[in-house]
């Protein structure tokens, strides 16, 4: 069973599944898409657990005025000429509201592959700074463990700046750091 869920509580929007008797709640942050191979790998994780295992998948929502800038800074490297593109408001508020809404297509796609057989899925895109929104979601979901879905960022897992290491200093929870199977 899915349930996409409205994290904000002035629209009303909560997680009424969350009774802590016999459920174990599971904070997943993902960065894209739930394959379903990755989802059968969470999944083994929890084969074993006799209490209703519901997962909690959060998907950040990206920063639109963020991706731009790096996005034509990375074109415009070659050209040290090239004038900086700048974006009006509304084009912003475009381009934010379109990636929001693949955000959100993407949670679907995942609530559907992860909630299926006797694990439920609920979740919601978020905003902000993804480790934060990890933090208060397992504290919020009175979650047993966190899960980072990733895919390889050799760098940042070098000097532990990379959102599992984050979380392991934030949460008081384990933190389990799986890499994606499929490429995005």
């Known amino acids: 069973m899915t349930e996409q869920l409205d994290p904000n509580p002035a629209t009303g929007g909560t997680d009424d599944i969350n009774d802590g008797i016999g459920t174990y709640e599971v904070v997943v942050l993902v960065e894209h898409e739930i394959s379903s191979a990755d989802a059968a790998q969470i999944q083994g994780l929890h084969s074993e657990i006799a209490d209703q295992v519901v997962y909690h998948v959060l998907i950040p929502a990206q920063d639109a005025a963020a991706r731009l800038e790096s996005t034509m800074g990375t074109l415009a490297a070659g050209d040290m000429f090239a004038a900086p593109l700048v974006l009006d408001d509304d084009e912003l508020d ?11 297509r993407q949670l679907g796609e995942s609530l559907s592959v992860l909630g299926s057989g006797q694990y439920r899925a609920v979740g919601r895109v978020v905003e902000g700074p993804a480790i934060d929104a990890l933090a208060a979601a397992t504290r919020a979901d009175d979650a047993r463990e966190a899960i980072v879905l990733t895919s390889p960022h050799v760098v940042q897992e070098f000097f532990h700046v990379d959102w599992a290491s984050q979380a392991r200093r934030k949460l008081g929870v384990p933190v389990l750091h799986l890499i994606e199977h499929e490429l995005h």
């Open 94 to 104: 475009a381009v934010r509201a379109e990636f929001r809404q693949e955000a959100e």
